[in-house]
């Protein structure tokens, strides 16, 4: 994908974004902050997956630390 194409799907996300600003804005400030967060880091990993489609996911990543984790508790 191009940089053209990033910045049209980076611009209707924060439209999104902003429309759900509207019912986030009432919450408390830890709610907010968890809200700002999430949105960023999903930003940046759509953004990463749009330059290299290859990259693992979300899954893959989680599998990876944790994997071992799981087979120690079982």
Same mark, same amino acid.
């Given at each position: 994908?191009?940089?053209?194409?990033?910045?049209?799907?980076?611009?209707?996300?924060?439209?999104?974004?902003?429309?759900?600003?509207?019912?986030? #804005?009432?919450?408390?400030? #830890? !709610?907010?902050?968890?809200?700002?967060?999430?949105? @960023?880091?999903?930003?940046?990993?759509?953004?990463?997956?749009? @330059?290299?489609? !290859?990259?693992?996911?979300?899954?893959? @990543?989680?599998?990876?630390?944790? /994997?071992?984790? /799981?087979?120690?508790?079982?």
């Amino acid at each position: 994908m191009t940089w053209k194409s990033i910045a049209i799907w980076m611009g209707l996300s924060l439209l999104i974004a902003v429309t759900h600003w509207i019912q986030v #804005r009432r919450a408390p400030m #830890r !709610e907010k902050a968890a809200w700002v967060v999430i949105l @960023l880091l999903s930003f940046l990993l759509a953004a990463a997956l749009m @330059l290299d489609p !290859e990259l693992p996911g979300p899954t893959q @990543l989680v599998n990876k630390v944790f /994997g071992r984790l /799981g087979t120690l508790i079982q």
